[in-house]
């Protein structure tokens, strides 16, 4: 998962709003998103090769979603898969997974992890070795810090603001439409992440387009205040064509 977008208790009716989008190569094998098990009760999509996942949710509300570091000058060709952060906690979301984070940090490239209970939600980031919890407010979250000024993380996030306030339903097209921005940046608003520039144009958007790499997915989650949960994905081709969709829809035990 690439870039978050996430309302905390800024609608009237939808307490918590999630708006994100996994980038990933399209020859990675995947499954879209689907009941993992009955014991556990966990809706997410899973990596294939790997066997992880990028983001997800189980029947008790607890939420985990992840966005990579980038960092090229510190990839390790040996790290242990970051999609398996997210589907240990929506197996055993313990209390102390902050401390597990952190005693392990070394063990992974670069990554942010949302991870809680829908209604306390915090972000850790390894590089940084920090914890920041979710406060009533906006956020996104893309490649670096959580609310780091890039260009992408500004017009989403003021963007989900814009639909919070109107007073409306919150209509999963509307998000849907947001995270299909394939606009670009322009070259003095980009980032300086050690990528060629090439790459950074490319990745500038909130929906990126490539034959080998972009987006692969769309996920809108919604938790409204009794606690039922609306789950809605998308999938594409490397034609930003929609090949399929799900929707799940659930209360929190």
């Avoid at 709003?17 to 993992?36: K, P």
């Avoid at 952060?85 to 005693?103: A, F, G, K």
């Avoid at 915090?122 to 906006?138: K, M, P, R, S």
């Avoid at 080998?212 to 919604?222: D, I, P, Q």
Wanted: glycine fraction near 8%; charge should be negative; charged fraction near 20%.
């Amino acid at each position: 998962m690439c870039i978050l977008f996430v309302a905390v208790n800024q609608h009237k009716d939808y307490p918590l709003i999630i708006a994100a989008n996994r980038d990933e190569f399209f020859n990675r094998g995947t499954a879209e998103s689907h009941l993992w098990d009955s014991e556990h009760g966990i809706i997410a999509g899973k990596d294939l090769q790997a066997g992880g996942t990028w983001m997800g949710i189980n029947k008790l509300g607890y939420i985990a979603s992840l966005t990579n570091i980038r960092d090229p000058k510190k990839i390790c060709a040996d790290a242990i898969t970051r999609g398996e952060l997210v589907s240990h906690y929506l197996q055993n979301p313990v209390n102390n997974y902050q401390q597990i984070l952190s005693d392990s940090k070394e063990n992974y490239n670069g990554y942010n992890l949302l991870f809680g209970k829908w209604d306390a939600l915090a972000v850790y980031n390894n590089h940084l070795d920090q914890i920041q919890h979710l406060t009533d407010g906006y956020y996104g979250l893309s490649n670096a810090s959580l609310n780091s000024p890039w260009p992408k993380i500004n017009k989403g996030v003021g963007k989900l603001e814009e639909y919070c306030q109107d007073g409306h339903d919150i209509n999963p097209d509307i998000l849907f439409k947001l995270l299909l921005d394939k606009s670009l940046a322009a070259d003095e608003n980009l980032p300086q992440t050690g990528i060629p520039i090439d790459w950074e144009r490319r990745l500038s958007s909130i929906f990126i387009l490539g034959d080998e790499y972009g987006t692969r997915s769309s996920t809108v989650l919604k938790v409204d205040k009794r606690q039922n949960v609306t789950w809605f994905e998308r999938t594409y081709d490397n034609t930003a064509t929609c090949t399929s969709s799900q929707s799940f829809h659930f209360s929190i035990n």
